[in-house]
């Protein structure tokens, strides 16, 4: 099964850039796609296709995607910010995989 | 509004069974697939199952074939999750997400979800 490997937390001080990782064998040949979920809320997209944002998104949300490992940056990092983030794709051996999740924290 | 709201959680001692329903407004639910994914307590998202949008076709997590069973009522707009001999690990919030329509791969509309517990 594909497995999508994640830091379990990150944290950054207001105003700075957080980067979050997710790597898998040769994740760059797919599709990855970003949640926010925010506790005791539903995910919420941020990403999806690597790079694109869904409308409501703040640009200061983008993501990267190849070799072994794809990034969600996050510039300008706010207070609200703080949330826990995951990636997905879908693996035609495993259908749709998420990543072990990484818990951002705003200083 | 565009939503969707589940329904349906509560406890229920192991072996037994439950079902689940998602109601799906402010769109055209038909023209979606969709989904439902679990959330342990503490723990990460986990894919559970997806139906196509005329409900011919469906799909399932290891974990949970020949257990649960995934159907749709376009007529009601209402996706459903038919879960047989229920286990401890079974216990989690259990979200319906809809993927974008002729865009499988991702989820752009998650409702807020429901809680199984499976407990004696």
């Known amino acids: 099964s594909y497995v999508l490997t994640q830091p379990p937390s990150v944290s950054v001080a207001p105003g700075k850039t957080a980067r979050i990782t997710c790597g898998g064998n040769?994740?760059?040949?797919?599709?990855v796609h970003w949640y926010q979920q925010k506790p005791g809320q539903a995910p919420v997209l941020v990403i999806y296709?690597?790079?694109d944002r869904p409308s409501g998104i703040p640009e200061r949300f983008s993501g990267s995607n190849s070799g072994n490992t794809a990034t969600l940056t996050i510039s300008r990092v706010e207070a609200g910010d703080e949330a826990d983030y995951y990636c997905?794709?879908?693996?035609?051996?495993?259908?749709?995989?998420f990543g072990t999740g990484t818990k951002v924290t705003v200083l | 509004e565009v939503q969707l709201v589940e329904s349906g959680g509560g406890l229920v001692q192991p072996g037994g069974s439950l079902r689940l329903s998602c109601a799906a407004s402010?769109?055209?639910?038909?023209?979606?697939?969709m989904h439902w994914v679990r959330q342990a307590p503490g723990k990460g998202l986990v894919w559970v199952s997806r139906?196509?949008?005329?409900?011919?076709?469906?799909s399932y997590a290891d974990s949970v074939k020949g257990r649960f069973t995934i159907s749709r009522d376009n007529a009601k707009n209402t996706l459903y999750l038919q879960m047989n001999s229920l286990r401890a690990e079974d216990t989690a919030v259990y979200y319906c997400?809809?993927?974008?329509?002729?865009?499988?791969?991702?989820?752009?509309?998650w409702g807020r979800g429901t809680l199984v517990t499976v407990s004696s």
């Open positions: 997400a809809r993927a974008p329509p002729t865009d499988y791969w991702y989820f752009d509309l």
């Open positions: 402010g769109f055209t639910f038909s023209s979606y697939w």
């Open positions: 139906i196509n949008s005329d409900g011919s076709s469906t």
């Open positions: 040769n994740i760059g040949s797919k599709s």
């Open positions: 296709y690597d790079s």
């Open positions: 997905q794709v879908w693996d035609s051996s495993s259908d749709h995989v």
